[in-house]
């Protein structure tokens, strides 16, 4: 009879797990970039980082042209960062 307990509890704990895999298989597969190969996310990463690189610099050459509007409550451009 003891036996019999333990097998039972064993296969409910077994099928406990099996659930649980199954509902960690279905998340990991809904998760996002999941599909996308690690070389894949470098070369995004790359891209990313150039994008970046080529926004601060334009962003660096529009503040030493002075090209941000002056708001009116600001009364020097040295106020602004533009020398």
Avoid at 5 to 27: G, P
Avoid at 35 to 47: A, C, D, H, T
Avoid at 64 to 72: R, Y
Wanted: hydrophobic share 30%.
């Amino acid at each position: 009879m003891g036996m019999d307990k333990d097998s039972q509890d064993v296969h409910q704990v077994l099928n406990e797990l099996k659930n649980k895999f199954q509902e960690m298989r279905k998340l990991i597969s809904s998760m996002p970039g999941i599909g996308v190969s690690p070389e894949q996310q470098q070369q995004q990463l790359q891209n990313l980082r150039e994008q970046v690189r080529t926004k601060n610099e334009l962003l660096q050459k529009y503040k030493s042209l002075c090209m941000f509007e002056i708001p009116k409550e600001v009364k020097t451009i040295s106020q602004l960062g533009c020398q």
